[in-house]
């Protein structure tokens, strides 16, 4: 799979994951739900995409998400700094 499908397929699974928390009814969220709108969420943000196509991408889909930017109460579900972290590039594997 290449870095834009990637990066595609990390934000196609987190909205399906925001998918099924929004169609719940109102009352307690399942703990399987919960596991899996968080795990979407870090896979995406963690994801350090190798093309520049794949960081415009994820920007464009986390900017606009609550999860990343903060909702209602303003206080998004990441640090600036693992928001950031997901932007750069990958460190040099030393050969030891």
Do not use: W
């Amino acid at each position: 799979m290449d870095d834009l499908s990637t990066v595609q397929f990390l934000i196609n699974d987190h909205k399906a994951a925001m998918d099924r928390y929004d169609n719940l009814p109102d009352g307690d969220v399942p703990d399987d739900v919960d596991a899996e709108m968080t795990r979407a969420a870090e896979a995406l943000c963690t994801y350090r995409p190798a093309t520049l196509e794949g960081v415009h991408l994820k920007a464009e889909y986390m900017m606009s998400c609550d999860v990343f930017v903060g909702g209602e109460s303003g206080e998004p579900e990441f640090t600036q700094a693992q928001l950031v972290s997901g932007f750069l590039p990958a460190r040099a594997v030393s050969e030891g």
